[in-house]
């Protein structure tokens, strides 16, 4: 009953609690790793300090720090993974959608690790996205252990996701809907509870840990002064959602240009993070705020403690490092980055409409708040989400209407420009074709070999008919996916196409692929799919 109706039974409930303690551990035990090697390698265990002690070390310390890190990096990356690429977030949607909620082992742990040293010696990114990761392996054990089918292991990597996101931010709302957002993608009635119970469960054991506190401190109150502050509000968002493309464009554009960079001069892949290393080094000697996740910085753009000027130069330099660190393939998470970006970009924001109509204006700190919300939620494409956890991560709930105001453009402007989110988009990048739903990967999932009728089965194709079709050129080879075998009938208007491996360069066959059998496979996958999102 656990194993194929799991989210349906109250036994489940307590394999998500157990999932959500074990997973909140992990991600405060990954953020006291951080904190230890930042303060072997810095001086300095606070992470919401890093930026000011930074800038009393020395220059060459500053400097190396990060190019030894990426080394370390590199050579991880090198022997444990198969690309020399760092898996996150991406790889856990991934998971969700085509691997019944399992992620890779061995590339997970070394990304973990590659992860912690980057965020410890002065990569430019966030905390989220390796225990997001961290959070999925957990579950993956768990559902292969159980031997769970897909629906029951994308429920079990929810929970696991939500405990997690909830033990890094004390943000209990926004993680149980951040894994239902953006890792199962769907708002399905019967992962909601053990989900919550989960995400409950990450929750306390952050309070246990760090007390009933907030991530950031806002000074006094922020309210919405007059009700015509309401379209700066609006024109705030479209900003947002202009800065959050520029922001998702650099990194990719980034990591094309290190690619290319890396081919011409016949780097070893396994070098790249020390170069990227080297060039944050050399951008932290006059910008150190870039250095870590960069909440000192955020927190003084929400209270005030930083002039426009500052704000503008800051945000510029801050997406220039988490470029660098990304397409170096360094590690580390998008989100605490464009909370960041978005931060800046509203206080910068604020101090030009506060300037320009000070009578129907609040404080500019109010436009800091909603910047950085609508970032982050064009970046990670959760608009929901995104706004409960900013008003968890500052304890302000009295701002609701200027946070969505700006979230829910951002959002708009931002989806027409990118596939939906930064996730997305990295997995349409490497041909993973998510954004468009169900309709458009589940095609991929099926192998043609697994659909084809063998020669030997009734109603199978006339062979004769088949050597005909193969020597006119028309037949699909028998590793191919649905994705690619269904256009060709179509194209066709043939019955069905011989199915065939090639052995020295002729093909062999091996079977026909009907048409009417590819359209019922797929027809049974939808409707699973459609029973799963709706039940």
Same mark, same amino acid.
């Given at each position: 009953?656990?194993?194929?109706?799991?989210?349906?039974?109250?036994?489940?409930?307590?394999?998500?609690?157990? @999932?959500?303690?074990?997973?909140?551990?992990?991600?405060?035990?990954?953020r006291?790793? #951080?904190?230890?090697?930042?303060? $072997?390698?810095?001086?300095?265990?606070?992470?919401?300090?890093?930026?000011s002690?930074?800038?009393?070390?020395?220059?060459?310390?500053?400097?190396?720090i990060?190019?030894?890190?990426?080394?370390?990096?590199? #050579? #991880?990356?090198?022997?444990?993974?198969?690309?020399?690429?760092?898996?996150?977030?991406?790889?856990? &949607?991934?998971g969700?959608?085509?691997?019944?909620?399992?992620?890779?082992? +061995?590339?997970?742990? /070394?990304?973990?690790?590659? =992860?912690?040293?980057?965020?410890?010696?002065?990569?430019?990114?966030?905390?989220?996205?390796?225990?997001?990761? &961290?959070?999925?392996?957990?579950?993956?054990?768990?559902?292969?252990?159980?031997?769970?089918?897909?629906?029951?292991?994308?429920?079990?990597?929810?929970? /696991?996701?939500?405990?997690?996101?909830?033990?890094?931010?004390n943000a209990?709302? *926004?993680? /149980? $809907?951040?894994? $239902?957002?953006?890792?199962?993608?769907?708002?399905?009635?019967? /992962?909601?509870a053990?989900?919550?119970?989960?995400?409950?469960a990450?929750?306390?054991?952050?309070?246990?840990?760090?007390?009933?506190?907030t991530?950031?401190?806002?000074?006094?109150?922020?309210?919405?002064?007059?009700? @015509?502050?309401?379209?700066?509000?609006?024109?705030?968002? @479209?900003?947002?959602?202009?800065v959050?493309?520029?922001?998702?464009?650099?990194?990719?554009?980034?990591?094309?240009?290190?690619?290319?960079?890396?081919? +011409?001069?016949?780097?070893?892949?396994?070098?790249?993070?020390?170069?990227?290393?080297?060039?944050?080094?050399? &951008?932290?000697?006059?910008?150190?705020?870039?250095?870590?996740?960069?909440?000192? %910085?955020?927190?003084r753009? @929400?209270?005030?403690?930083?002039?426009m000027?500052?704000?503008?130069?800051?945000a510029?330099? +801050?997406?220039?490092a988490?470029?660098?660190?990304?397409?170096?393939?360094?590690?580390g998470?998008?989100?605490?980055? =464009?909370l960041?970006?978005?931060?800046?970009?509203?206080?910068?924001?604020?101090?030009?409409?506060?300037?320009?109509?000070?009578?129907?204006?609040?404080?500019? %700190?109010?436009?800091?708040?909603?910047?950085m919300?609508?970032?982050?939620?064009?970046?990670?494409?959760?608009?929901i989400?995104?706004? !409960?956890?900013?008003?968890?991560?500052?304890?302000?709930?009295?701002?609701?209407?200027?946070?969505?105001?700006?979230?829910?453009?951002?959002?708009?402007?931002?989806?027409?420009?990118?596939?939906?989110?930064?996730?997305?988009?990295?997995?349409?990048?490497?041909?993973?074709?998510?954004?468009?739903?169900?309709?458009?990967?589940?095609?991929?999932?099926?192998?043609?070999?697994?659909?084809m009728?063998?020669?030997?089965?009734?109603?199978?194709?006339?062979? *004769?008919?088949?050597?005909?079709? &193969?020597?006119?050129? !028309?037949?699909?080879?028998?590793?191919?996916?649905? +994705?690619?075998?269904?256009?060709?009938?179509?194209?066709?208007?043939?019955?069905?196409l011989?199915?065939?491996?090639?052995?020295?360069?002729?093909?062999?066959?091996q079977?026909?692929?009907?048409?009417?059998?590819?359209?019922?496979?797929?027809n049974?996958?939808?409707?699973?799919?459609?029973?799963?999102e709706?039940?």
């Amino acid at each position: 009953m656990l194993r194929h109706r799991g989210p349906g039974q109250i036994q489940f409930w307590f394999i998500a609690l157990g @999932l959500g303690v074990a997973s909140g551990l992990a991600a405060i035990a990954f953020r006291f790793a #951080i904190e230890s090697l930042q303060t $072997l390698v810095y001086g300095t265990p606070d992470t919401q300090t890093l930026h000011s002690f930074a800038e009393g070390l020395p220059w060459v310390w500053v400097l190396l720090i990060p190019v030894f890190g990426g080394i370390v990096v590199g #050579i #991880i990356l090198h022997v444990a993974t198969p690309d020399g690429r760092v898996r996150a977030v991406a790889d856990v &949607i991934e998971g969700a959608a085509l691997n019944d909620g399992r992620v890779e082992k +061995k590339a997970g742990i /070394a990304s973990a690790l590659c =992860s912690w040293i980057t965020l410890s010696t002065g990569g430019s990114t966030g905390r989220e996205g390796p225990v997001v990761h &961290i959070a999925a392996m957990c579950s993956s054990w768990v559902a292969n252990t159980l031997k769970v089918d897909g629906i029951t292991g994308r429920d079990l990597l929810g929970c /696991a996701v939500a405990a997690a996101v909830s033990a890094s931010f004390n943000a209990p709302i *926004a993680g /149980a $809907l951040f894994a $239902l957002e953006v890792i199962l993608r769907h708002f399905a009635l019967h /992962a909601f509870a053990p989900i919550v119970v989960a995400s409950a469960a990450g929750t306390v054991i952050n309070r246990l840990v760090y007390g009933d506190v907030t991530e950031f401190v806002l000074p006094g109150t922020t309210t919405v002064e007059f009700y @015509l502050e309401l379209p700066a509000f609006f024109i705030l968002g @479209l900003v947002c959602g202009l800065v959050a493309v520029i922001m998702m464009q650099s990194v990719f554009f980034a990591d094309d240009m290190e690619t290319q960079l890396q081919k +011409k001069l016949g780097l070893p892949y396994w070098l790249r993070p020390a170069v990227a290393g080297l060039l944050l080094g050399g &951008i932290a000697i006059f910008f150190p705020h870039i250095i870590g996740v960069g909440y000192e %910085t955020t927190s003084r753009a @929400l209270t005030g403690g930083l002039l426009m000027h500052e704000a503008l130069v800051f945000a510029v330099v +801050k997406v220039a490092a988490v470029s660098i660190t990304m397409a170096g393939r360094m590690g580390g998470g998008i989100f605490s980055p =464009s909370l960041m970006v978005g931060a800046l970009t509203g206080l910068t924001f604020g101090h030009i409409a506060t300037g320009i109509f000070p009578e129907v204006s609040s404080a500019f %700190t109010l436009y800091a708040l909603a910047g950085m919300g609508a970032v982050a939620a064009a970046v990670l494409g959760a608009p929901i989400s995104t706004t !409960l956890i900013v008003f968890e991560l500052t304890g302000d709930w009295q701002t609701g209407l200027a946070v969505m105001v700006s979230v829910s453009m951002s959002t708009a402007v931002a989806s027409r420009l990118v596939d939906r989110s930064f996730f997305l988009t990295q997995l349409e990048r490497r041909n993973v074709q998510l954004a468009a739903g169900p309709q458009a990967y589940l095609l991929a999932m099926f192998r043609v070999q697994g659909v084809m009728r063998k020669p030997t089965d009734e109603g199978a194709a006339d062979e *004769a008919t088949c050597a005909q079709m &193969i020597e006119d050129g !028309l037949y699909v080879q028998a590793g191919a996916t649905l +994705k690619t075998a269904l256009p060709m009938l179509d194209r066709t208007g043939e019955p069905f196409l011989p199915v065939v491996t090639m052995d020295a360069g002729e093909p062999v066959l091996q079977g026909a692929l009907f048409h009417v059998d590819a359209l019922k496979a797929y027809n049974r996958a939808l409707a699973a799919t459609a029973e799963e999102e709706h039940s």
